[in-house]
C-alpha cells in the first residue's frame, strides 16, 4: 500500500537527484532518510536519559554497590571469570 504525501518542489528534486546517485527509487531514499532519522531521535533520547539518570546520586550509589558486589562478591570477580574456592 502507498501513500501520497505532499513535499515542496526543493524536497523532490533532492529525493531525485539522491535517487539517481544511489540507484534506486526515490521511496527507498525517503525511507533510509526516515529511519536514520528515528535512529537519531531515540539515541539522542537514550543519552539524555543516560546523562540524567548520571545526575542520580542514589542512582549512582546503587550502580556502585552493583559494580562491588560482582567484581568482589561471593563468587570471585564477575568479569575476570574469577571463582573463590
Do not use: H
Amino acid at each position: 500500500m502507498s501513500t501520497t504525501i505532499r513535499v515542496n518542489e526543493s524536497v523532490k528534486d533532492i529525493l531525485k537527484i539522491l535517487a539517481v546517485q544511489e540507484g534506486i527509487s526515490m521511496q527507498a531514499i525517503l525511507e533510509k532518510a526516515l529511519d536514520q532519522y528515528r535512529r537519531k531521535i531515540f539515541f539522542d533520547n537514550l543519552k539524555k536519559c543516560y546523562a540524567e539518570m548520571n545526575l542520580d546520586s542514589e542512582f549512582k550509589k546503587e550502580l556502585q554497590e552493583i559494580d562491588d558486589y560482582l567484581n568482589d562478591g561471593p563468587v570471585g570477580n564477575y568479569w575476570k571469570n574469577e571463582e573463590v574456592e
